[in-house]
């Protein structure tokens, strides 16, 4: 239960707080250092999986867990850019489609647990998740980046093309979770266990 892997999922988790405490504390240190706990969250991200897979260590803990420190991690750094202005009010809206996006994928996962179909992430969905995280680090920044680096520009770029990524990769798990809520398309019991929703 408590392998490397899921501790690694762990401190992704444990990290949120520390992240959000600093944009209270805005200095140049302070947002360097939230960047650099926020980069290492996401490293983790890569290695907990990796590692889950290689040392053959996949739990059911963990993959409650991973998607969850995922979204959370995420969810708090838009919010907090947000609400200290480090992002243009033109960039809120790719905020949201994110924010929403998490939210309505989170929903579809816990409904299609219940019939034994899992929701594999795909590479496109993998995509986006290494463009936002990307871009949300240049934000947490932003202004206290060196001048020869437009940190916010790169930044509020990087979040529209995450969203964009965003509403497709959205739309393909929305498409694939509505074959199985339509009347008569429910798995029975025991049929189809574990049958992928979407192909990776």
Do not use: H
């Amino acid at each position: 239960m408590w392998n490397l892997p899921n501790i690694l999922t762990l401190s992704r988790i444990a990290v949120i707080p520390v992240v959000v405490a600093l944009f209270f504390f805005d200095s140049t240190a302070m947002r360097w250092t939230a960047c650099a706990l926020f980069t290492l969250a996401g490293i983790t991200d890569f290695f907990d999986g990796y590692l889950a897979r290689r040392e053959k260590l996949v739990s059911r803990l963990g993959r409650f867990l991973d998607p969850i420190a995922d979204k959370l991690l995420v969810a708090s750094v838009l919010l907090m850019i947000v609400a200290f202005d480090r992002v243009g009010p033109w960039s809120y809206l790719p905020a949201l489609v994110i924010l929403l996006r998490e939210i309505m994928v989170s929903g579809l996962r816990e409904f299609l647990a219940e019939l034994r179909v899992s929701v594999p992430v795909t590479k496109l969905a993998k995509a986006k998740t290494t463009v936002q995280m990307v871009a949300l680090g240049f934000l947490i920044v932003g202004s206290a980046a060196p001048t020869w680096i437009p940190a916010e520009f790169i930044g509020e770029i990087g979040i529209w093309i995450a969203a964009t990524i965003t509403l497709i990769t959205g739309y393909d798990y929305l498409r694939s979770g509505l074959a199985y809520m339509a009347e008569g398309s429910t798995p029975l019991a025991g049929e189809n266990a574990d049958t992928p929703a979407t192909k990776p």
